[in-house]
């Protein structure tokens, strides 16, 4: 059997953007679906029911649904609604609504797993619940799940080849061009594939550089 990788060298500057946007959907999809994540963390801790079951209905529709259905629902359903986005605006979008989901439960465990007494110290400090919350408990509880985050991280990135599927030039879409044109199905997916665990094992390792930065003074002070 003939392999024929140089015959993929042409075609290096399609997969450079597709590498490119992958990145750029993947960072910002983080920050937003994190941001979601810790307001439905709070959501799910409010003392007002509806709020509580609102944010529930939400984290239960996302994580049993496919992160495709969702997708599509945001590129084609929304029109009907009068909701009208781009392809690269809907794939942020469904990522930012479907990581949001999951971020959302595992936030909430690390909120549950900090103590009361650091709540009564940002009391003791004559800060408010929200200046307590954002000063004092929100750190501790994000570094009991980091792990958890960062394998979510991981997910939602490998989960955006999908995006593909709405015409966004993700690093999967150059994959699928190259192969229609050159019918060199072997070789251009095993291309695709080792580019996905590269980008996963740097995200992955990127993030720990970031959680022992942002961590870094508490296990000093400990």
């Given at each position: 059997?003939?392999?024929?990788?140089?015959?993929?060298?042409?075609?290096?500057?399609?997969?450079?953007?597709?590498?490119?946007?992958?990145?750029?959907?993947?960072?910002?999809?983080?920050?937003?679906?994190?941001?979601?994540?810790?307001?439905?963390?709070?959501?799910?801790?409010?003392?007002?029911?509806?709020?509580r079951i609102l944010v529930?209905?939400?984290?239960?529709?996302?994580?049993?649904?496919?992160?495709?259905?969702?997708?599509?629902?945001?590129?084609?359903?929304?029109?009907?609604?009068?909701?009208?986005?781009?392809?690269?605006e809907a794939a942020l979008?469904?990522?930012?609504?479907?990581?949001?989901?999951?971020?959302?439960?595992?936030?909430?465990?690390?909120?549950?797993?900090?103590?009361?007494?650091?709540?009564?110290?940002?009391?003791?400090?004559?800060?408010?619940?929200?200046?307590?919350?954002?000063?004092?408990?929100?750190?501790?509880?994000?570094?009991?799940?980091?792990?958890?985050?960062?394998?979510?991280?991981?997910?939602?990135?490998?989960?955006?080849?999908?995006?593909?599927?709405?015409?966004?030039?993700?690093?999967?879409?150059?994959?699928?061009?190259?192969?229609?044109?050159t019918f060199l199905s072997?070789?251009?997916?095993?291309?695709?594939?080792?580019?996905?665990?590269?980008?996963?094992?740097?995200?992955?390792?990127?993030?720990?550089?970031?959680?022992?930065?942002?961590?870094?003074?508490?296990?000093?002070?400990?």
């Amino acid at each position: 059997m003939t392999f024929h990788f140089a015959d993929l060298f042409g075609y290096g500057g399609l997969v450079l953007q597709g590498i490119g946007l992958t990145i750029l959907l993947t960072l910002i999809a983080i920050a937003g679906g994190l941001g979601l994540g810790v307001l439905g963390a709070l959501g799910r801790r409010s003392a007002r029911a509806p709020v509580r079951i609102l944010v529930g209905a939400y984290v239960e529709l996302i994580r049993n649904t496919p992160f495709i259905v969702q997708l599509f629902f945001v590129f084609f359903g929304l029109p009907r609604l009068g909701v009208r986005l781009g392809s690269v605006e809907a794939a942020l979008l469904a990522m930012i609504v479907n990581l949001g989901g999951y971020a959302t439960e595992i936030v909430r465990a690390g909120l549950d797993g900090v103590g009361r007494g650091l709540w009564e110290a940002g009391a003791s400090l004559g800060l408010s619940r929200w200046r307590t919350f954002r000063l004092v408990i929100l750190i501790p509880a994000l570094e009991k799940v980091y792990p958890s985050l960062t394998g979510q991280f991981v997910i939602i990135m490998l989960g955006s080849s999908v995006v593909s599927q709405i015409a966004v030039r993700d690093l999967t879409f150059a994959g699928s061009f190259i192969q229609s044109r050159t019918f060199l199905s072997f070789e251009t997916y095993l291309l695709v594939g080792a580019i996905y665990l590269v980008l996963a094992i740097v995200l992955r390792r990127l993030s720990d550089r970031v959680g022992r930065r942002l961590f870094r003074h508490r296990q000093v002070a400990a």
